[in-house]
């Protein structure tokens, strides 16, 4: 049996005058510290790692000194898309790509929301990775109002399942949801993931939310990071280590054994 694991952290990184209560001045510190947490895992999926300026993102080029385990590889349109998130490995990397999600609000205006595909090799089998951050209850919507903020996760919901329906293969999806597990969204999706084939999934019955030391969190929404994946998982947990305002979640995925999904 092969397994292999993931880690995935929502690491706060924004431009320094951005949310400056979540330790602005320490962002310089916890990025030598995360790529500690980041090398636990054989993948990395990190939300909210945003760049600077064009062509430049402080952030990874710090974390990328304290990384010895990965290449460390993003989405290489960054400079232009500041998506904020970053998804490393040290399997081979086939394919990757950032979706945008369809719909529009004040905080989308601030940057793209949506989800970075990412295709590898890992024991010459291949499997998708999708690395997400969904719509927060912050956001502030433009035009209907009825549609705020349920109405637009529902819609990325929707494109995020509909793209799932597309890959043909093994997949995991990863990263901060923004919702509890056991919320109506997220029992919605999972549904929808269970009617197009075997889904094992994950929602943590603890918080990942680190709020005594970054952040107050005053949202209901607080077990929020989670996986969803057609694979076999073997574990999950709440890695505790005080590095942002939510704690890593690492889970270890098992590789499949039928011929098909080898490349041949």
């Not at 394919?95 to 940057?111: A, D, K, P």
Request: some cysteine.
């Amino acid at each position: 049996m092969t397994t292999f694991s993931i880690v995935t952290l929502n690491c706060c990184l924004w431009p320094i005058g951005i949310r400056a209560t979540i330790h602005s001045a320490l962002k310089d510190e916890r990025c030598t510290i995360i790529p500690k947490i980041l090398e636990k895992a054989d993948i990395g999926l990190c939300q909210e790692v945003f760049t600077w300026k064009l062509l430049d993102n402080k952030w990874i080029a710090i974390m990328q000194k304290y990384l010895k385990k990965y290449d460390w590889i993003y989405d290489t349109s960054s400079s232009l898309i500041n998506s904020g998130l970053w998804t490393i490995t040290r399997f081979t990397i086939l394919s990757q790509q950032f979706i945008t999600f369809n719909h529009i609000c004040l905080y989308s205006l601030s940057h793209p929301v949506g989800f970075l595909h990412t295709c590898m090799s890992i024991s010459n089998i291949q499997v998708h990775i999708i690395n997400v951050h969904m719509l927060s209850d912050e956001a502030i919507c433009v035009g209907d109002v009825s549609l705020c903020f349920e109405g637009l996760y529902r819609k990325e919901m929707e494109q995020l399942v509909a793209y799932i329906e597309t890959i043909d293969g093994n997949w995991i999806i990863g990263g901060d949801f923004n919702v509890n597990g056991d919320d109506l969204l997220i029992q919605w999706f999972v549904t929808q993931l269970k009617k197009r084939g075997k889904l094992s999934y994950f929602h943590p019955d603890v918080n990942t939310c680190n709020d005594t030391s970054y952040a107050n969190h005053t949202s209901k929404y607080l077990k929020v990071d989670h996986f969803y994946t057609n694979m076999e998982m073997k574990d999950c947990q709440v890695l505790h280590e005080n590095v942002s305002d939510h704690y890593p979640v690492m889970a270890t995925f098992v590789l499949p054994n039928n011929l098909h999904s080898k490349f041949l």
